[in-house]
């Protein structure tokens, strides 16, 4: 029999167990009713100042709050809070014992809170917003990490419907995420396998049962009659999982369960220190030399790069607290975040386990934060506190650029001062203020000395103002002027600029400013002082001041002192433009652009006469912000509008700051998206010999290289610099000039001793060429410096081809040759082989025409320095044209010994070491060479011996890029070149601000260096490669950025080697593939083949097609043209050889119709415009020379020549290529399944140097 319920002196029924959520907040408005709400909600005292009055009714409401809730209780339940008189306490208790906490509950919860739907003829919106309300509360109350995970398990099941429920008020209405989550789960199936049944209790479903075959169709098992929240093939499935979960501890994402999420940290109580990635979370950062931190496993280290402070706001279940971790090492190699939990004992906090929870408590047990365990890590959820990285400790020097090269102590008293807003975080404890910029813009003579001194007797603005024109500028700004008249008000130092075009304007601008300053300030000008210029003396500017009642001051003739103030302005004006324009690399034209932004930051700075006010503050009695302020010449990103642009367009264009808008605030364009980790873009200084050109004159003046050296110390952009000397000047101003000098001096002393020329006086009818010194330094395998070379140069330039000369001849073997015959030779046969340097390689020729040269520069003969060099006929200096038999060939061969020559190396092999020490001798008697024994390093290539096995790499010339371009910013590239990359169209000549930058940069060097790499020894980037050059001559900032990638790809797999010893059979197999119409701008296809050597790669290609084809068929069968003859070159070299048995070629296509276009001689409308050199091939197939065979295009190694590859395919092809990877010592090989998984682990490349912030445009 059923009791009845207890009567309530309330209107709502007593707590009976099951009623607890709505008791609660029928519960809650009594209290408030009542005014006992305040001691549930905060334990406060009794001011100890109260009266006696106030003393008693604050007991009295406190009892009251006890009594209130004793009475709305059901009596079997007082027991509960029988021992206690506290209402709070008693509050807590009920809490605690009735609140429903289970899974099963939330469950129910999130149900019924994604379920709810808006009736319009029941409720009101007002009505259904509360039902939504109420729901969400509830949610509240479980711990937030149950939330996520329910809401994660509960994905399947949700159903929401857009039109039932208003996202934008939900999603402010519960902010844990769930609607982006179920936003993207629209597509789940509905949950019809299960409805709520309102008899039982919640969190209980009653099944439905349907026919065999019928009902919905499940997502998992694919069967009818049930969804996929009740598969139960899926709940096994999940159950395994979980056990392995709960059963391993590893610290891997894919076993962990752990997620990578970058706001994460993990408390470790092993570890020793706090460890983090990001570099941006730090403050206080400090850069460390190179060092490791040793791991749990004892074997693996980590690189520790730097060490500071990070603030992190830790997203507790009791609200948000912010911690400060210190000494934090950073990391970029460590997949995790982790808090040490030896630091937080040595701080002095406790810490405290219990049920899944990680409780981190203060030294008086006061509560700080918790951690939560997920599978066996305990995770700290949150978010760094970035405000405090971003604006701690500005530098000094970054805000002396921002305000254009004004004095740094002036700066330093604003900031004492707090003259204006936005340099409250500035470091100004600096002891270098030193501008290398300004010391070469501002530079001036010795000041003579100080007789007199200005005094200021004005006492409110517009009391008196200078006037001053300058001009002409002896470059035309991009609006065309040629002056500027600077107007600089007396009291407040506030500064006007106006440029114009021509002096006649000076009277209008005046009126101008006159008209707008008086009504600004509501006061009237009562004099200008000015000089004696006639734009300033003619009759209507003195009319007009005379009727306006505007006392007229001049100065004396020729006394411009007497005017300082404006002469003063004029000459800072310009010494700032001229630091801004060298600071920021931009032309001379952009001169008006930076006297504005000048004048602009001039006015927000302070002045010696203003008491530490700034001039704005005067003028307006308002004090001004900088903030706004950034590098002059720095890099934007200006937002496109929708209306201007299509879908497929940038959202954005890149664009350079060069001054602010004058007649609204903020810069000239709105929506600017800053970039702070690009670099500016100012002339770099190119030492490359592959840009430099021949120069006409010998001598340079000392003005241009001292502007050159101060140009190389002043721009922190500077990308790249090296050791290596460009001109004979530079040498004696070289630390290592004692060195050049003595390579120098051999280089003489080798000419005399060849008697290259005689000294002859010069004639009317002679035509005397140039000459100049070219410096190189060589380097070991081990890029370790082994010499010092000068070479004598004559400026060739200067003949005549057919009439001087009618060939430009060198010896220089194909290096793939070199390639070739090392593994056949040195792999195959087993030869020995030995490297040699020629000493003078061009001075054993034979010329049939007398040449005069100038002496040498530094070597000139004393007292016979106006004589000339009349060169002999038996020698020959680098750089002249002449006839292509005067020279030899690259390659020789006699019985059992082969040479190959490139211009002064020469590698000999041979089948026994005494037939090598013979041909060694013979050498020697004919020329005069320096023996380096077996080949190691040559033409930039190395030749690593591992075992038995030779590996070829270019890890020396990689370190040298990586010297050479430290300063480019880093990044983790796996392919050098991503599938569907779109590349822009070449740059047009009228955008201005894209040639701007884009001439600063060494675009060309970066791809030379580059195709240097892919030709001969990385296939993997010649596609990229050949791609990225045919934008040099109109490249974009995009362009820059893939160019970038590329050499960060080559960096991040520096040890990728070839294994020349790999050489299971010695058949020649050629590979061909080409990419129809893959050139979207002009239709041009692109061919690319790769030769093997065995299983070694020796020649590969990517090209662009030099015709348009009109089929896939023609495109094929112009690539198979180019790979024919390539291997045809190679064949003959091995027939001639005969040194192996000659196998017949093989030549794998994967275009069946152009296979048998190739093998058939027919021609059609269709075929018949094609070339005839194109089809040899079929006189060739016709003779056996090679055979032509069908493969499948996923097995085609030229694939990834010819068009960008997913990265799982263009892996397998480096498997391939690239069969082993050897570590650096050499002491360990890795097979290609390691190299592989390398890649994806490879190390970390720092960020670009800290320059200043780049923003703006025009």
Request: with cysteine; hydrophobic share 35%.
């Amino acid at each position: 029999m059923n009791m009845p319920a207890e009567s309530s002196p309330f209107a709502f029924p007593k707590l009976d167990g099951s009623n607890y959520t709505s008791w609660k907040e029928d519960m809650k408005v009594v209290l408030m009713d009542r005014g006992c709400w305040s001691f549930i909600i905060e334990d406060k005292p009794c001011p100890e100042q109260a009266t006696e009055k106030e003393k008693f009714e604050y007991d009295w409401r406190k009892q009251r709050c006890y009594t209130i809730i004793y009475q709305g209780i059901e009596r079997k339940f007082l027991p509960l809070i029988r021992y206690t008189t506290d209402g709070k306490e008693a509050w807590n208790i009920l809490k605690t014992n009735f609140e429903p906490t289970s899974k099963a509950r939330l469950a129910v919860l999130i149900d019924e809170f994604f379920e709810l739907k808006f009736n319009p003829v029941e409720e009101t919106i007002g009505i259904f917003c509360k039902r939504v309300d109420e729901k969400k509360t509830q949610i509240e109350e479980f711990n937030h990490l149950e939330v996520e995970k329910q809401l994660v398990n509960e994905a399947g099941r949700i159903q929401l419907k857009q039109k039932d429920l208003n996202l934008d008020y939900t999603e402010d209405a519960y902010t844990v995420g769930s609607f982006r989550l179920q936003e993207t789960s629209k597509k789940s199936s509905e949950r019809s396998g299960a409805v709520l049944d309102p008899s039982r209790n919640p969190g209980q479903y009653r099944k439905i049962h349907y026919p065999k075959g019928m009902g919905p169709s499940c997502e998992f098992c694919s069967r009818k009659g049930h969804d996929a929240s009740k598969c139960y093939k899926k709940q096994n499935k999940e159950k395994k999982q979980a056990f392995a979960s709960e059963t391993s501890f590893c610290g891997t994402n894919q076993a962990s369960g752990v997620s990578t999420d970058c706001n994460l940290f993990l408390i470790d109580t092993a570890a020793t220190s706090h460890f983090c990635y990001e570099r941006d979370w730090f403050k206080n950062f400090k850069e460390l030399k190179t060092t490791k931190a040793l791991l749990a496993d004892k074997k693996s280290t980590c690189e520790v790069e730097g060490i500071g402070d990070i603030d992190f706001i830790v997203q507790d279940f009791k609200g948000n607290v912010k911690i400060t971790l210190k000494d934090v090492l950073y990391t970029p190699n460590m997949r995790r975040n982790l808090i040490s939990g030896a630091r937080m004992d040595i701080a002095g906090l406790k810490i405290i386990w219990s049920n899944n929870v990680m409780r981190i408590c203060h030294s008086n047990n006061e509560y700080f934060f918790s951690a939560f365990r997920r599978d066996m890590f305990y995770i700290v959820s949150g978010y760094p506190l970035l405000d405090s990285v971003m604006y701690t400790s500005v530098d000094l020097n970054l805000i002396h650029k921002r305000l254009c090269h004004v004095n740094i102590p002036l700066i330093k008293d604003m900031c004492k001062n707090k003259s204006v807003k936005g340099l409250e975080k500035v470091n100004i404890k600096i002891d270098n203020e030193s501008c290398i910029a300004c010391n070469v813009g501002k530079a001036t003579r010795t000041s003579l000395k100080k007789n007199y001194a200005y005094k200021r007797v004005t006492k409110s603005v517009l009391d008196k103002v200078h006037m001053d024109l300058w001009g002409p500028a002896p470059v035309n700004s991009l609006g065309g002027s040629k002056y500027f008249l600077s107007i600089i008000d007396d009291f407040s130092r506030k500064i006007d600029v106006f440029t114009l075009k021509s002096k006649s304007e000076v009277f209008s601008i005046f009126k101008e400013y006159l008209s707008r300053v008086q009504r600004e300030l509501g006061r009237k000008l009562k004099s200008v002082r000015t000089d004696n210029g006639l734009e300033f003396c003619h009759k209507d500017f003195e009319t007009f001041l005379r009727n306006l009642g505007i006392k007229i001051e001049r100065t004396s003739f020729y006394t411009p002192e007497l005017s300082g103030i404006a002469e003063r302005f004029n000459r800072s004006s310009m010494e700032a433009v001229r630091t801004m324009l060298q600071d920021s690399g931009l032309q001379p034209r952009f001169w008006a652009e930076a006297l504005h932004a000048y004048v602009h930051t001039k006015n927000r700075c302070s002045h010696k006469l203003t008491e530490g006010k700034t001039p704005m503050e005067i003028w307006s009695g308002h004090k001004p912000s900088i903030r706004h302020c950034r590098t002059f010449g720095s890099l934007a990103y200006v937002y496109v509008p929708t209306v201007n642009r299509n879908k497929l367009q940038p959202k954005a264009k890149i664009g350079i700051l060069v001054g602010y808008a004058v007649n609204r605030r903020g810069y000239r364009r709105n929506k600017l998206a800053f970039d702070p980790n690009q670099f500016n873009f100012k002339p770099t200084k190119t030492n490359t010999r592959f840009e430099e050109k021949s120069e006409c004159h010998n001598e340079t003046s000392s003005d241009s290289v001292d502007e050159a050296s101060f140009v190389n110390d002043i721009f922190q952009h500077e990308i790249y610099m090296t050791e290596i000397p460009k001109t004979f000047k530079e040498t004696q101003i070289s630390p290592d000039k004692e060195k050049w000098d003595k390579a120098m001096s051999e280089e003489i002393k080798l000419m005399q001793n060849r008697k290259v020329w005689d000294l002859v006086e010069p004639k009317s009818n002679m035509k005397i060429l140039g000459c100049r010194w070219v410096y190189n330094i060589k380097h070991d395998e081990k890029n370790n410096v082994k010499k010092y070379k000068s070479r004598l140069v004559a400026q060739g330039f200067k003949q005549r081809p057919g009439v001087d000369f009618t060939d430009v001849f060198a010896p220089l073997v194909n290096f793939d040759i070199i390639k070739f015959l090392f593994v056949l030779l040195v792999c195959i046969l087993g030869w020995n082989h030995c490297q040699i340097d020629v000493k003078g390689a061009y001075l054993y020729g034979n010329l049939d025409i007398p040449i005069y040269m100038q002496q040498p520069e530094g070597f000139a003969v004393k007292g016979c320095e106006h004589y000339v060099c009349r060169l002999h006929i038996n020698e020959i200096l680098f750089g002249l044209g002449f006839h292509q038999n005067e020279l030899y060939n690259d390659l020789y061969t006699k019985s059992n010994c082969i040479l190959l020559v490139y211009v002064d190396d020469i590698v000999v092999f041979s089948k026994s070491q005494s037939d090598l020490e013979n041909s060694i001798l013979n050498i020697k008697i004919k020329l005069e060479i320096t023996e380096l024994g077996p080949v190691r390093y040559l033409l930039g290539v190395n030749f690593e011996r591992i075992g038995n096995s030779v590996y070829l790499h270019q890890n020396t010339y990689i370190n040298k890029l990586k010297t050479r371009f430290k300063n480019l910013p880093r990044r983790r590239i796996t392919l050098p070149l991503k599938v569907g990359c779109i590349l822009p169209d070449r740059v047009k000549e009228n955008e201005i601000i894209e040639t701007e930058l884009m001439r600063q940069i060494p675009y060309k060097t970066l791809i030379g260096c580059s195709s240097f790499i892919a030709n001969r020894s990385r296939p993997d980037i010649a596609f990229a490669v050949n791609t990225m050059s045919q934008f040099c001559n109109g490249y974009t900032y995009h362009h820059w950025t893939i160019v970038v990638d590329i050499l960060n790809y080559v960096f991040n797999t520096m040890y990728y080697k070839i294994n020349l010893s790999d050489t299971r059979n010695t058949r020649l197999t050629m590979y061909s593939d080409s990419s129809w119409g893959c050139k979207l701008n002009d239709r041009h296809s692109t061919s690319g083949y790769i030769m093997l050597f065995g299983n070694v790669p020796i020649t590969w290609k990517s090209q662009k097609q030099k015709c348009i084809a009109l089929s896939s068929m023609e495109a094929e069968f112009i690539a198979l043209t180019e790979s024919v003859k390539c291997i045809i070159w190679y064949s003959k070299i091995l027939k001639e050889l005969n040194l192996i048995d000659f196998r017949m070629p093989e030549l794998y296509c994967d275009s069946q119709s152009a296979i048998h276009f190739s093998k058939n001689n027919i021609e059609n409308s269709k075929t018949k415009h094609i070339e005839v050199k194109y089809k040899f091939v079929r006189k060739l197939l016709y003779d056996k020379e090679f055979e032509l065979n069908y493969i499948n295009s996923k097995e085609n190694l030229a694939d990834f020549l010819t068009k960008p590859l997913v990265k799982e395919k263009f892996l397998s092809v480096i498997k391939v290529i690239f069969q082993k990877y050897s570590v650096t010592d050499g002491a360990e090989c890795w097979n290609s399944n390691e190299l592989v998984q390398s890649l994806n682990e490879s190390i970390s490349l720092v960020n670009f140097h800290d320059v200043a912030e780049v923003t703006a445009l025009v």
